[in-house]
């Protein structure tokens, strides 16, 4: 079969535009005109989605560029160059990445290991397909609060921990009402972002199409809400718990009570 008579691997849409790999061209078709975001069919709409799998590569952190760190190297996805292209993005654009419901900001960088219409999200994939927004409405802030989620650790309070944040969250994109996660000696630290509310009212517009990006500037004042509490311990007895009057005493009954008429017999023998 000649050149000329081969299918191109990657095809343009004439009716949307899209561009959909050839395998999956008769799918869409019978698909076209259904909102992009919600396609099942591997696509790129271009300024606006990649529906992609993921693809799993190891070590792949290697093939980022060896200055990064902190949040960019955390939050950074592998594309291939010419998906890029019809995505019409650009080395190190942040991106809002949807897999599995969860919602996160990542930074877009080429690889030529990556298959088109796949996504290197880490060493693992997950099942089902993502969705990759470019992101058009950033805005710079210099003001953001750290909601922990979960365990507040006593090192929160500290400043060697702070200084670390800032260090870390240098150059980051962030999801106002998202979930930012900082790794600490071996801890995963999970916070809510939030900005001022003087900041959030200059961020309103009239468009909720996409959902609004944050842009650490340089020097930005990051603060983590709450403070760490001290709890005494302090021991209960079973009938201390709480409801379930008739199981409790059922199961003390029957395995507390003969336990305890056992317990003298114990000492004699012994």
């Given at each position: 079969m000649s050149s000329a008579k081969k299918k191109r691997p990657v095809q343009e849409c004439g009716q949307c535009g899209c561009f959909v790999l050839a395998k999956d061209f008769e799918r869409h078709k019978d698909a076209c005109g259904v909102e992009t975001r919600i396609s099942e069919v591997q696509l790129v709409e271009p300024n606006a989605v990649l529906?992609?799998?993921?693809?799993?590569?190891?070590?792949?952190?290697?093939?980022l560029a060896p200055d990064v760190?902190?949040?960019?190297?955390?939050?950074?996805?592998?594309?291939?160059?010419?998906?890029m292209l019809h995505l019409r993005v650009i080395p190190r654009q942040?991106?809002?990445?949807?897999?599995?419901?969860?919602?996160?900001?990542?930074?877009?960088?080429?690889?030529?290991?990556?298959?088109?219409?796949?996504?290197?999200?880490?060493?693992k994939t997950v099942g089902g397909l993502v969705r990759l927004f470019p992101a058009h409405k950033i805005s710079e802030v210099k003001n953001v609060s750290l909601r922990p989620l979960g365990t507040f650790h006593n090192f929160y309070?500290?400043?060697?921990f702070r200084n670390y944040v800032n260090t870390f969250l240098?150059?980051?994109?962030?999801?106002?009402?998202?979930?930012?996660?900082?790794?600490?000696?071996?801890?995963?630290?999970?916070f809510l972002v939030g900005t001022s509310l003087t900041e959030r009212m200059g961020n309103l517009?009239?468009?909720?199409?996409?959902d609004q990006v944050l842009r650490l500037a340089v020097g930005s004042n990051i603060s983590i809400q709450g403070k760490g509490v001290a709890?005494?311990?302090?021991?209960?007895?079973?009938?201390?718990?709480?409801?379930?009057?008739?199981?409790?005493?059922?199961?003390?009954?029957?395995?507390?009570?003969?336990?305890?008429?056992?317990?003298?017999?114990?000492w004699w023998a012994l």
């Open positions: 529906v992609a799998f993921e693809q799993a590569l190891e070590k792949w952190q290697e093939y760190f902190g949040w960019v190297r955390q939050s950074s996805v592998l594309v291939n160059p010419e998906t942040p991106c809002i990445y949807e897999s599995n419901e969860n919602k996160r900001l990542v930074l877009v960088w080429p690889c030529d290991m990556v298959s088109q219409f796949r996504v290197c999200a880490g060493s309070d500290t400043a060697h240098s150059g980051s994109y962030l999801l106002p009402g998202g979930i930012t996660q900082i790794p600490f000696y071996g801890i995963l630290c999970r517009t009239v468009s909720s199409h996409q709890f005494e311990k302090e021991k209960l007895s079973f009938l201390d718990l709480g409801g379930n009057e008739k199981a409790k005493s059922d199961i003390f009954n029957y395995t507390v009570v003969p336990l305890q008429r056992l317990v003298p017999a114990i």
